[in-house]
């Protein structure tokens, strides 16, 4: 009897910034011949159909239409879909980690039977789902699934988590009198200072409920039989090499479509803006993009040096200011006259297509808050950085971008901005001269990103070899079943 496809369960983590990169995985599976079932909240489902209004019941009717399997359903995260996630996020956090597994559950529990009964497709083989989740691999081990951990950030963020016993053991973390000097003893990591590890590394106060996830979550990930990575591995050889040697660990990325393009599945969470007509006025390089990402919060403070630091500047830009980037109550933070006072120069919109904007010629560098998908696509478009991290992963993604790389400048030195360095540094970013450096520095990293996806290029033969280990793991699965089988009946 010949051998089905096999069948993956997609579960991403309910922030914009990882259903994103799961989408696209999603997309690659199954033109690779997987049969996928994605599985997203319904409050994420909700908002994307709500900003894109053709989207309807199903956002990848229009992938199955160009003759992908990729199924679609949805689940509770444990809140009524209307609560405000952004202005309680430690309740919407408290949820995921006590009351969204039972819903994952049984809507797993539904597929797998689904896909056993006669005409319900190939049966379900495994398991993907963000590492952030702290039950995966107790779901998988019920259904007697593979378990795939899905990282979408990078590999040195990964360690960092994965070896948080040896920062213990070191008083680095989660001790009275934590340490300060250079961190040199992760594997695959030469140094790296306090201040540039996760913010959630750096707190005193280890109590909070994301504290409590990363623990329980990087448990769990133990229990994993593969963990896929949306990095690539020239951009951080020796800490994948090192991860390697422990763990079956695949550097896949950058996770996106290829040429910066729209894809047929919706997954922005807001209504975009076109800003095609307006760029198309500016000169080659002059625009600066600013946005600080799809959920962290900005202080109104912190707010208003940017929002004078870009005026005192005198750069063209086109500002993301999405409605609750201070607060779900607060829709328009910006000083009063302020868009009045730059309108002939800017564009300020609540949300747009960003690998739309950061493709075009006119867009000269990117403000961002070092999200690691705004990170891989200003990269890919050839677009060097400004950097304002704001929380978790963001600062360490500030390190790789300023320290390793050197793409790009630190904005944020200390606690406080001020709008006289703000402008100081666009000016250096996006002067010709001052700015050459960066830009020359992010066109080699573009090659080593592009040269990963090619044909025989370090991500595309990762993911090949992950594909070749997944299906022998699948192989030696059912053999195992069958032996037990013949033994049972022997017996």
């Given at each position: 009897m010949e051998r089905q496809n096999p069948h993956a369960i997609i579960v991403p983590y309910p922030l914009q910034g990882h259903v994103i990169p799961s989408v696209h995985l999603a997309t690659d599976l199954a033109q690779r011949g997987f049969t996928v079932t994605f599985i997203n909240t319904q409050a994420i489902h909700r908002q994307i159909a709500k900003a894109h209004s053709?989207?309807?019941?199903?956002?990848?009717?229009?992938?199955?239409?160009?003759?992908?399997?990729?199924?679609?359903?949805?689940?509770?995260?444990?809140?009524?879909?209307?609560?405000?996630?952004?202005?309680?996020?430690?309740?919407?956090?408290?949820?995921?980690?006590?009351?969204?597994?039972?819903?994952?559950?049984?809507e797993v529990e539904s597929i797998v039977k689904t896909a056993s009964s006669e005409g319900g497709g190939p049966p379900v083989s495994c398991l993907i789902a963000d590492t952030f989740f702290v039950w995966p691999s107790k779901v998988?081990?019920?259904?007697?699934?593979?378990?795939?951990?899905?990282?979408?950030?990078?590999?040195?963020?990964?360690?960092?988590?994965?070896?948080?016993?040896?920062?213990?053991?070191?008083?680095?973390?989660?001790c009275p009198d934590v340490r300060e000097d250079a961190i040199d003893y992760i594997p695959g990591v030469s140094a790296i200072n306090p201040q540039d590890m996760m913010s959630y590394l750096q707190d005193t106060d280890t109590t909070s409920v994301c504290h409590?996830?990363?623990?329980?979550?990087?448990?769990?990930?133990?229990?994993?039989?593969?963990?896929?990575?949306?990095?690539?591995?020239?951009?951080?050889?020796?800490?994948?090499?090192?991860?390697?040697?422990?763990?079956?660990?695949?550097?896949?990325?950058?996770?996106?479509?290829?040429?910066?393009?729209?894809?047929?599945?919706?997954?922005?969470?807001w209504p975009e803006s076109d800003c095609t007509h307006w760029l198309n006025s500016r000169p080659h390089?002059?625009?600066l993009y600013v946005s600080c990402g799809s959920y962290a919060h900005v202080t109104k403070t912190d707010l208003a040096e940017i929002a004078h630091g870009l005026s005192m500047s005198g750069v063209h830009f086109i500002w993301v200011l999405r409605p609750d980037i201070v607060s779900s109550t607060d829709t328009d933070p910006l000083p009063v006259g302020?868009?009045?006072?730059?309108?002939?120069?800017?564009?300020?919109?609540?949300?747009?297509?960003?690998?739309?904007?950061l493709s075009h010629p006119a867009i000269g560098g990117f403000l961002t808050h070092c999200g690691w998908?705004?990170?891989?696509?200003?990269?890919?478009?050839?677009?060097?950085?400004?950097?304002?991290?704001?929380?978790?992963?963001?600062?360490?993604?500030?390190?790789?971008?300023?320290?390793?790389?050197?793409?790009?400048?630190?904005?944020?030195?200390?606690?406080?901005?001020?709008?006289?360095?703000?402008?100081?540094?666009?000016?250096?970013?996006?002067d010709a001269k001052s700015g050459s450096q960066y830009r020359a520095a992010v066109g080699?990293?573009?090659?080593?990103?592009?040269?990963?996806?090619?044909?025989?290029?370090?991500?595309?033969?990762?993911?090949?070899?992950?594909?070749?280990?997944?299906?022998?793991?699948i192989s030696d699965k059912l053999g195992d079943k069958k032996m037990h089988k013949s033994m049972s009946n022997g017996y």
């Open positions: 053709p989207a309807g019941d199903d956002l990848f009717s229009a992938v199955r239409k160009s003759g992908l399997d990729v199924r679609y359903r949805t689940v509770s995260d444990g809140l009524p879909v209307g609560f405000d996630r952004s202005l309680n996020h430690d309740q919407f956090m408290e949820s995921l980690l006590h009351v969204f597994s039972a819903h994952v559950e049984e998988a081990k019920k259904f007697d699934l593979l378990y795939v951990s899905f990282w979408t950030e990078p590999a040195l963020v990964f360690t960092l988590y994965y070896h948080m016993n040896l920062l213990r053991q070191n008083r680095h973390f989660a409590r996830i990363i623990f329980a979550a990087f448990e769990d990930v133990r229990a994993a039989d593969f963990v896929i990575c949306n990095s690539v591995h020239e951009l951080e050889n020796d800490t994948v090499s090192a991860l390697q040697a422990e763990t079956r660990f695949y550097t896949i990325g950058p996770i996106f479509p290829p040429g910066c393009t729209k894809t047929s599945v919706a997954t922005s969470l390089g002059s625009v302020y868009r009045k006072e730059v309108s002939d120069r800017s564009m300020i919109v609540p949300w747009c297509h960003q690998r739309q904007v998908n705004s990170i891989l696509e200003s990269i890919w478009c050839n677009v060097p950085l400004l950097c304002f991290p704001l929380l978790t992963d963001q600062f360490t993604n500030r390190k790789l971008v300023v320290e390793d790389w050197k793409v790009g400048i630190n904005l944020r030195d200390g606690r406080q901005i001020s709008k006289e360095r703000v402008s100081e540094k666009i000016n250096h970013l996006m080699e990293v573009k090659k080593a990103l592009e040269n990963a996806v090619k044909p025989n290029g370090s991500s595309h033969q990762s993911m090949n070899q992950f594909i070749k280990d997944f299906n022998a793991a």
